[in-house]
């Protein structure tokens, strides 16, 4: 069965927030999507979680990226009647006690929900330690409701530790992550680009998505990153990561496990050099005796 792209992390609903300025933008960049494939799109305006303790204001902007939502949704699926294209936000943990009851601003209306840390940061402290964080607490707030956190671009926070511990304790405390396409081919610089290939290398990411925001000046990456996943010998990572398992979120179902990336590079075709000088040399010693 083919199935197309899904992508839950994007910031196409016109005149919200950094992402699509106008409706024009908007359908142009779904347009673009559809285009490298995608099928399956939750668009995701930026939210700071304390907005859900001002009822009057978080009112005034779920009616405002529902109403933008609803109006684009409209025009795209007009366009691209196979298009599945649903409303979630990017919710930045700026609270210890995140309140995500709104449907809303959960993925598609599923139990999952797109977080951040605040200040593109990394939590400091464990979920077993001292709580050191806010971030942390916010974590756990999420899981006890019974709701399930996608930590959005885990490769692009200030603070990650070179061995990955912070982002496998993320993982531990019942989070799912999130890669960029970008990331892959360096949009996010040459650290984040390191970071994401080792957390594929460990099997530690569960989707990729584009985090596009949707302007026409902007590259959307998808099939960039693609490509670059296929080079690193990761064709069934990539139908996990951007086909399978974003649809299984569109299902409210968890991610399936990603099997860890071949590590490749320098460092391996070294050893895979050494491995074959001493196996001819033994062949030869064999020979001789
Ligand atoms: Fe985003």
């Known amino acids: 069965m083919?199935?197309?792209y899904g992508d839950f992390h994007s910031h196409l609903a016109p005149g919200v927030d950094d992402g699509s300025p106008t409706m024009e933008d908007a359908l142009h960049s779904v347009d673009?999507?559809?285009g490298a494939g995608v099928r399956r799109i939750v668009t995701t305006p930026h939210m700071p979680a304390s907005l859900a303790r001002e009822p009057r204001r978080f009112g005034a902007f779920l009616d405002r990226i529902e109403e933008r939502w609803a109006a684009l949704r409209v025009l795209a699926v007009r366009e691209h009647p196979e298009l599945d294209f649903r409303l979630g936000a990017e919710v930045r943990l700026d609270t210890a006690e995140p309140d995500v009851s709104d449907p809303r601003?959960?993925?598609?209306g599923t139990s999952f929900v797109l977080v951040e840390w605040a200040g593109f940061r990394a939590?400091?402290?464990s979920p077993e330690g001292p709580v050191a964080d806010s971030g942390w607490r916010a974590l756990r707030t999420l899981r006890d409701e019974g709701f399930l956190p996608v930590i959005a671009h885990p490769e692009r926070y200030a603070g990650i530790d070179a061995g990955l511990d912070a982002v496998r304790a993320w993982k531990d405390a019942g989070a799912f992550l999130q890669g960029t396409?970008?990331?892959l081919v360096g949009q996010y610089g040459s650290v984040a680009q390191a970071l994401i290939r080792r957390m594929?290398?460990?099997g530690l990411l569960d989707y990729l998505s584009s985090d596009f925001h949707g302007r026409p000046r902007y590259v959307l990456y998808i099939s960039q990153g693609a490509d670059k996943l296929r080079q690193f010998g990761g064709d069934r990572q990539l139908?996990?990561?951007?086909?399978?398992?974003?649809a299984r979120l569109f299902a409210n179902q968890s991610p399936l496990p990603v099997?860890?990336?071949p590590v490749e590079g320098p460092l391996a075709a070294l050893r895979n050099w050494a491995e074959g000088r001493a196996a001819a040399a033994s062949l030869q010693m064999r020979g001789a005796s």
């Open 2 to 4: 083919t199935r197309g």
């Open 32 to 34: 673009r999507m559809v």
């Open 105 to 108: 601003i959960r993925l598609g």
């Open 123 to 125: 939590p400091t402290g």
């Open 181 to 183: 396409y970008g990331s």
């Open 200 to 202: 594929l290398e460990e």
């Open 239 to 246: 139908d996990l990561l951007a086909k399978e398992n974003p």
């Open 259 to 261: 099997p860890p990336l």
